[in-house]
């Protein structure tokens, strides 16, 4: 029988939610206690709950099939219907998930700032009573910043927000969706992060490798509300301590070996930077890494297909750059056979 070759292996520098899980994983999932979550609970589903919130600092957890879930209820949960939510002005919560603001009858509002983090000075003045009828009810931030190529908030910022929304007795809620690369960044364990927040998600999915799933952790009161929540909009979920398992082994193993992410990330930056100046990369702090493409003379659509054709797979952002994002299926040597695409394509132009 003759037999069919396998397609060559990629480099998948799209996102980190490519990642697969992990062998043990896997096992933890074959073996994981069930019940059903939306009768008498999942035994699985609830230590990874009580596990995250832990590590999160906070008192108690939710597990919910996505980040953005997670952030849809930390807002259902604290904000009314014509109230407002304040947040940097590109913040994936504002212009990637917007479109959950009919349901929650929210209004939110963008302040303009550097770095993922928002202009503190504006942040004020968003809250004065004459800058709008709207009580402001919620504050959210992000960490680290997918639209400002994986920045990280300097702590002294998220405390100075926190200070700001306490004293005007503001929530304040922490898209932290990398989060744990954040931390990992800053040397410092997550709940010294989410200290200076009320509620916190994290996705599971991305660079932790868990297949699915985030939590959203905060008190018992919100957290509470938002179980109920979840509910209403068809988030409840039966026997998931199958995949909770996963998230179990995300939270308690994978945070450790994000360094790698990083340290292939300035890899990759480094090497295309050696291409200027017709491609330039941003510096990244944590695992993404932004190409200007504006002087190649080539759109991203050009450039993703050429480079999907070298074997790499990326993403563009907007029409002159592109986003890439290293994982743990990213080897040093995958990095070299990135930037050798890139220069070849380069050379073909």
Known sequence: MTQVAEAPAVVDLRSDTVTRPTEAMYARMRSAPLGDDGLDADPTARALEDTAAAMLGKAAGLFVPSCTMGNLLAVLAQVQRSEQVLLEAQAHMLNTERGAATLTGAFLLGIQGADGAMDLDRLEAALHPSASPLRTALIALETSHNAAG????????????????????????????????????????????????????????????????????????????????????????????????????????????????????????????????RLSATIPQTNIVQVDLARTGRDSARWVEDLESAGVRTRPLGPTRLRLVTHRHITAAAIDRAVAAFRTCLDAA
Not at 194 to 204: G, I, R
Not at 214 to 231: C, E, F, H, M, T
Not at 232 to 246: E, L, N, S
């Open 150 to 277: 994986g920045t990280v908030l300097p702590v002294d910022h998220m405390a100075a927000v926190a200070g700001i929304a306490r004293a005007r007795g503001i929530p304040v809620h922490l898209d932290g969706a990398r989060l744990f690369n954040a931390a990992t960044h800053l040397g410092v364990p997550p709940a010294e992060l989410t200290a200076h927040v009320d509620t916190v998600s994290l996705c599971l999915s991305k660079g932790l490798s868990a297949p699915m799933g985030a939590v959203l952790a905060g008190d018992a009161a919100v957290i509470a509300a938002a179980r109920r929540l979840r509910k209403m909009i068809g988030g409840t979920q039966r026997q998931v301590g199958v995949v909770a398992a996963a998230g179990l082994e995300a939270v308690t193993a994978m945070g450790a070996r994000l360094a790698e992410d990083h340290a292939r990330a300035r890899q990759l930056s480094d090497g295309l930077n050696a291409l200027a100046p």
